[in-house]
């Protein structure tokens, strides 16, 4: 088992900056799945941003692409860098894990059912 707590969220300005971080129970290995996600109110959830432990190989979605950075430390936190912010990235952000051995720089989907560790989230505001 794998507990996950966020930190970092908060409330700032369109063109603003945030960094959450994310926080594991237990050191993780490089056969992990890291990933960042949120969930606006009435909408799905949504994969921001995944990264593979093991290769380093990262996944951003088109819609922060320039604007977001994953990474992780010590094979147990994970931080999501974000900048530009905008009105439309108002969300609860997520951080999940999932156990995996991907090959060839590979890098690790960004579906919500492929995760299998969750933090509560952390609840991100941005004003126009």
């Known amino acids: 088992q794998v507990q996950l707590v966020e930190s970092g969220g908060g409330s700032v300005q369109a063109g603003g900056s945030l960094r959450l971080s994310c926080a594991a129970s237990r050191y993780l290995g490089s056969n992990y799945c890291l990933g960042w996600f949120r969930q606006a109110p009435g909408k799905e959830r949504e994969g921001v941003a995944t990264?593979?432990?093991?290769?380093?190989?990262i996944y951003y979605a088109d819609s922060v692409k320039g604007r977001f950075t994953i990474s992780q430390s010590n094979y147990k936190n994970t931080y999501l860098g974000m900048t530009s912010l905008t009105p439309e990235d108002t969300a609860m952000y997520y951080c999940a894990a999932a156990r995996r051995t991907l090959t060839g720089g590979r890098w690790c989907s960004p579906r919500v059912v492929d995760f299998d560790y969750w933090g509560q989230g952390t609840q991100v505001t941005v004003s126009s």
């Open positions: 990264l593979y432990i093991g290769s380093g190989s």
